[in-house]
């Protein structure tokens, strides 16, 4: 079973500009080097972690995907540099981009570009980043209740993702010591955050991720 989606080209840039930088660089687990994209009741989710960090964006869109589909953070990072240029040239965001599933790899269609990526390996051992995400504090939840650490570590992929929406400054909830801080950007992008001890050392979030040489095996 295959399916499309249709969405405008500042959207899928938006999603795919916030969450390539919380994607991993360890190419002994190719699982999380990937964005993750689901659409489904009228939203397309791009959802990325590096253990460290979780960022997830949201954006209206028409149509469905069959499964969660994955594109390489390289692939991704291509494909949000042609949608930049396209909306440059064109002088609008609001083009159309048709996402079209295939057995193996994902097409983009935007008039009069046609980009097409093969879905990465390793992605089946790609985190259930929407339990962890659920978990975190609620959204009326306000401030943050206990003294909270961030390293750079963490702090630089979600200031990359703030340069999305400079409208919209991020919305900080954090719950307790160990626990995930949660930064809201607007309505379309939750990050979870990992906090530092006093000593400067750094947990990842809880991420249920196959071992490093099991990964690379495959």
Sequence with gaps: MSGSVTITASGLAQALGATVPFTSRDVTLPAICAVELRAADGVLTATATDR????HARQAATGALSMPRYLHRRDAKSLRNQLLAHMEHRETGTDPVTITEHDDRLTFAFE???MSFVQPEGVDNFPDLGAILAAMPARDAEGLHT???L?????HPLTKACTWDKFSPPRWTFDGPRKPVRVEIGDWFIAALMPVSLSGDEQPVSVDMPAPAE????
């Design 151 to 155: 390293s750079h570590r963490v702090l």
């Design 215 to 218: 990964a690379g095996a495959r």
């Design 112 to 114: 009069p570009i046609t």
């Design 147 to 149: 003294p909270v650490g």
């Design 52 to 55: 460290y960090v979780i960022g």
